[in-house]
């Protein structure tokens, strides 16, 4: 038996599962999002919810893209994607659990658990990625931003003519941050306005501080890459560059060849 086990791959296996099961709880949480009841007559029970199981179902759509990028780490035996992985299968259990529209997801949850615990020894390998403190300070400052958003304007909810659940908070807030403004949900006292609009500074900043510290580096290396093979090219001496390849070029790289540039 422990032959036949080590011959599998479990990492990637497990890391294929929990893939898999980070679709399910996508499709299973778009359901209530969407609202099918809405569109469809003689809809089974279990598609109507409330708006509590709504929220319940962004919540499992949000953990299921975890789960599905959280897959790759397991894949390749990540220390720290296995502990992720935990983390998040415990809460979607827990929150598939209190939806009780889709107990399978829930025991599948479970089950990969089991196997994580179970396997640990197989995911060895540490993470090569390093959280800088800058980049602490841009996870901090986006995630401030929504919080901002989401908390001030369902606290303001009586102030708005469109936001009446936490759904609509966190709609007007990315519709805000965006800058799309459909229109739909509208102040309607000053200090409704006040908020709004000290909502789009706070937003935009914070995007624009999180793009740069998180992808800056990302760039400027890239940049150098670029810059150093022009450099190279540039301190190259009696050389000739072609750029493209066609019947064309080929003819003129067999001339430069045969005349021994």
């Given at each position: 038996?422990?032959?036949?086990?080590?011959?599998?791959?479990?990492?990637?296996?497990?890391?294929?599962?929990?893939a898999?099961?980070?679709?399910?709880?996508?499709?299973?949480?778009?359901?209530?999002?969407?609202?099918?009841?809405?569109?469809?007559?003689?809809?089974?029970?279990?598609?109507?919810?409330?708006?509590?199981?709504?929220?319940s179902?962004?919540?499992?759509?949000?953990?299921?893209?975890?789960?599905?990028?959280?897959?790759?780490?397991?894949?390749?035996?990540?220390?720290?994607?296995?502990?992720?992985?935990?983390?998040?299968?415990?809460?979607?259990?827990?929150?598939?659990l209190?939806?009780?529209?889709?107990?399978?997801?829930?025991?599948?949850?479970?089950?990969?658990?089991?196997?994580?615990?179970?396997?640990r020894?197989?995911f060895?390998i540490?993470?090569t990625?390093?959280?800088?403190?800058?980049?602490?300070?841009?996870?901090?400052?986006?995630?401030?931003?929504?919080?901002y958003?989401?908390?001030?304007s369902?606290?303001?909810?009586?102030?708005?003519?469109?936001?009446?659940?936490?759904t609509?908070?966190?709609?007007?807030?990315?519709?805000?941050?965006?800058?799309?403004?459909?229109?739909?949900?509208?102040?309607?006292s000053?200090?409704?306005?006040?908020?709004?609009?000290?909502?789009?500074?706070?937003?935009?900043?914070?995007?624009?501080?999180?793009?740069?510290?998180?992808l800056?580096?990302?760039?400027?290396?890239?940049?150098?890459?670029?810059?150093s093979?022009?450099?190279?090219f540039?301190?190259l001496e009696?050389?000739?560059?072609?750029c493209g390849?066609s019947?064309v070029?080929?003819?003129?790289?067999?001339d430069?060849?045969?005349?021994?540039?």
């Amino acid at each position: 038996m422990r032959r036949a086990l080590d011959r599998i791959n479990i990492p990637v296996l497990l890391g294929l599962v929990l893939a898999f099961n980070g679709f399910l709880n996508v499709a299973t949480g778009l359901i209530p999002i969407f609202q099918v009841a809405r569109y469809a007559e003689d809809v089974p029970e279990y598609l109507r919810v409330t708006p509590v199981m709504r929220t319940s179902g962004v919540l499992s759509l949000i953990l299921g893209v975890v789960l599905i990028v959280i897959g790759k780490g397991l894949c390749e035996r990540r220390r720290r994607s296995w502990r992720l992985a935990l983390l998040v299968l415990c809460v979607l259990m827990a929150n598939n659990l209190y939806r009780g529209t889709t107990p399978q997801t829930a025991l599948l949850s479970g089950g990969l658990v089991a196997a994580l615990v179970l396997f640990r020894r197989r995911f060895d390998i540490p993470s090569t990625v390093e959280i800088q403190y800058a980049q602490v300070i841009a996870l901090a400052s986006l995630t401030f931003a929504l919080a901002y958003g989401i908390i001030g304007s369902y606290a303001l909810r009586r102030e708005f003519d469109g936001i009446a659940s936490w759904t609509d908070s966190v709609y007007f807030t990315f519709v805000t941050y965006s800058t799309l403004g459909y229109g739909d949900i509208i102040p309607l006292s000053d200090n409704a306005k006040v908020f709004a609009t000290t909502m789009v500074p706070v937003g935009l900043g914070s995007f624009i501080t999180a793009f740069s510290v998180l992808l800056g580096p990302a760039l400027e290396r890239r940049l150098k890459g670029v810059v150093s093979v022009m450099e190279r090219f540039q301190q190259l001496e009696n050389h000739v560059v072609i750029c493209g390849y066609s019947k064309v070029a080929e003819s003129i790289i067999y001339d430069l060849r045969e005349r021994g540039v």
